[in-house]
């Protein structure tokens, strides 16, 4: 056939390049468009993270005035410091890669357990009305409800963006171009307060 285009390109060639340049095109902006996706994650977890440092850093004080009253309870008090710390390390991991899904499963795992350990304090506050009464412990478990209720809306918007990403990476085409970049599904931030937090009582004000 006749070449009827420059360069010495038919018809044909050229429709065949033009296809492969609107699948590179519609590729890349797949790509950026997952970036875009896994970036949006990191910024919402670092509102969690903001939130999680707040109640890690509430605990060493709600410990410090919970042992001045319960010199019989030192198990619970060593129980909730020790949680705070394995929570802190899984918060670490997290932060560097938000989208991995084993290190948010560890994240939830910890603070699950923080907040057992926690949930357990508070119920001993409650047979203790010294303790109970004591203006700082009674300021820091309003904080405490107050940071849980922050982790809780920032849980929701981190979510909401990992369901974002997700859809993008795993719906036809674009799953491909996923696959072959390395993008995988990331994971939700099950709820952070344990079913024995749930349950135990809380310090009323």
Partial sequence: MEALAPF???????????????????AVWVYNRLVRLRNEIANAFAQIDVQLKRRHDLVPNLVDVARKYLQHERETLEAVTQARGGAQRAADRAREA????????????AEGLLGGALGRLMAVVEAYPELKADKTMRELAEELTHTENRVAFARQAFNDAVLDHNNAAQ????????????????????????????????VQL
């Fill in 8 to 26: 010495g390109l038919t018809p044909a060639s050229m429709l065949r390049w033009g296809i492969a340049l609107v699948v590179l095109l519609w």
């Fill in 98 to 109: 938000p989208a991995d899904p084993a290190r948010i499963g560890a994240l939830a795992a």
């Fill in 171 to 202: 719906h036809f085409p674009s799953v491909v171009v996923a696959r072959l970049t390395g993008f995988r599904p990331a994971a939700m931030l099950e709820s952070t307060a344990s079913d024995e937090e749930r349950r135990a009582p809380r």
